[in-house]
């Protein structure tokens, strides 16, 4: 684990290899107490690795789209049979109700659409196939919403990091900013859903 611990993100990634990345972005998506686990940054890195031929990109697009679909889909039937006991949970290390709630009111502000735009979210992303899954959503129709999500995070940002690697030749030197500006992003929708949550709740008081 130390040694782990002392890579970067662009060696970790590497060190994976298609069976790590896919068994990461299953997890990630699929297992509610693997929320932490790195996604989109991971999923540009690699692609932007793949155009220095460190990975083959034709391989590598299926294979994270298929872990995010298979993810989401796992996540789902969670949600749909043993659900329900998540919110009688006790907060622990891994889990914490805040955030099947925080995704709950996501859930409600943006309808099953939720499933397509929470891929781009850390811990909602996670937390929001299992929602469906406790709501009852069809199956069906949250097959459409997941495909469609998985292609659009899965296969685009992995196909981004490619793209952008083959036409800026240095970009690799700036993996690690590239990373942190990921994740700013990504946790900006996250930071006004709480900001919107707490205004809500001061105005209810």
Same mark, same amino acid.
């Given at each position: 684990m130390d040694f782990l611990l002392n890579l970067d993100l662009k060696e970790l990634v590497q060190l994976f290899g298609y069976p790590g990345l896919f068994a990461v972005v299953f997890a990630e998506t699929g297992i509610f107490f693997m929320f932490f686990l790195p996604g989109s940054s991971m999923l540009f890195t690699a692609g932007l690795l793949s155009s220095h031929g460190l990975f083959n990109v034709w391989i590598l697009l299926p294979l994270i789209t298929l872990a995010a679909i298979l993810g989401d889909s796992t996540g789902y039937w969670f949600g749909a049979k043993v659900g329900p006991a998540l919110f009688r949970r006790e907060d622990s290390r891994f889990f914490k109700k805040e955030y099947l709630e925080r995704t709950r009111q996501f859930y409600e502000r943006h309808g099953v659409r939720t499933i397509v735009l929470a891929r781009f &979210?850390? &811990? @909602? *992303?996670? %937390? /929001?196939? @299992?929602? /469906? $899954? @406790? /709501? $009852?959503?069809?199956? *069906?129709? %949250?097959l459409t919403y997941n495909v469609t999500g998985g292609i659009l995070w899965g296969g685009g940002i992995t196909f981004s990091g490619f793209f952008l690697g083959e036409r800026i030749p240095f970009l690799e030197d700036y993996v690690t900013l590239i990373v942190a500006l990921i994740v700013i992003a990504s946790l900006i929708p996250l930071a006004s859903e709480f900001r919107k949550s707490v205004k809500k709740k001061t105005v209810e008081l």
């Open positions: &979210i850390p &811990i @909602i *992303r996670t %937390f /929001a196939p @299992i929602l /469906a $899954g @406790i /709501a $009852g959503m069809r199956y *069906r129709q %949250f």
